[in-house]
């Protein structure tokens, strides 16, 4: 049961226009949402993190929305730039204890910038 | 302050072998998560641990296991391994702050042949 959906596996865009990556949620017990990029043979890395109380957060080129009643959030990135190209994941986790305390992940996007 | 340090980088077994990967957390952090990398599948969970104790664990078979050591470093063990177990192999700290900044390991490549 994929409980944080990434639906689209690629995503093609121009250097200097906008990219939006999606993600999906069906857990209603989620409560904090992670942004991680990854490049090849490398971990992922931190990019940014929305809580459920919150609808939108900033830092930078990158903006995370969350629209709860949908469950769905998004990250946006303005603007693009040949080394944004990478694979995203999203993550989510609820609570600090029980189950749903570990940070599941969604099957990743990946993002290629064109010069 | 120096990052999750995982080892080995690469591995290759032979089907049926085990091996064990090792974790050592960002310093002070006390959770350990370990993830399966393949390709298609993102990030699986596999096992959680706090302070020396399990704390989650995913749908993997009893071939995996784990365990945490009271510095908090952390190794994983596969056992029997099969052609499938090839992935990578992440491990990410966390410590006990309100903001869930994990932080992931570079990983280890295993493949099985």
């Known amino acids: 049961d994929q409980q944080v959906k990434q639906n689209s596996p690629s995503l093609s865009v121009q250097e200097g226009r906008i990219s939006i990556l999606n993600c999906d949620y069906t857990n209603s017990m989620f409560d904090y949402f992670l942004w991680y990029k990854k490049y090849p043979a490398e971990g992922p890395t931190f990019l940014i993190s929305i809580s459920s109380i919150k609808d939108k957060n900033e830092d930078g080129r990158f903006t995370v929305f969350l629209n709860k009643s949908a469950k769905h959030l998004s990250l946006h990135i303005v603007p693009s730039q040949p080394g944004d190209s990478a694979v995203y994941f999203c993550a989510a986790k609820g609570g600090r204890a029980g189950a749903n305390s570990k940070l599941t992940f969604g099957k990743g996007i990946t993002l290629s910038v064109r010069p | 302050k120096a990052g999750v340090t995982q080892t080995p980088r690469y591995l290759i077994k032979t089907r049926g072998q085990q091996v064990t990967l090792s974790c050592s957390p960002i310093s002070g952090h006390r959770s350990v998560s370990w993830y399966q990398q393949t390709p298609g599948q993102g990030l699986q969970f596999l096992f959680e641990?706090?302070?020396?104790?399990?704390?989650n664990k995913g749908n993997f078979p009893g071939r995996f296991s784990g365990r945490q050591f009271s510095n908090s470093r952390s190794e994983m063990n596969v056992s029997t391994l099969e052609l499938g177990d090839s992935a990578l192999y992440l491990c990410?700290?966390?410590?006990?702050?309100?903001?869930?900044?994990?932080?992931f390991g570079s990983g280890t490549r295993l493949t099985v042949v």
């Open positions: 641990y706090f302070s020396e104790t399990q704390r």
């Open positions: 990410a700290s966390s410590g006990t702050g309100g903001n869930y900044g994990y932080t």
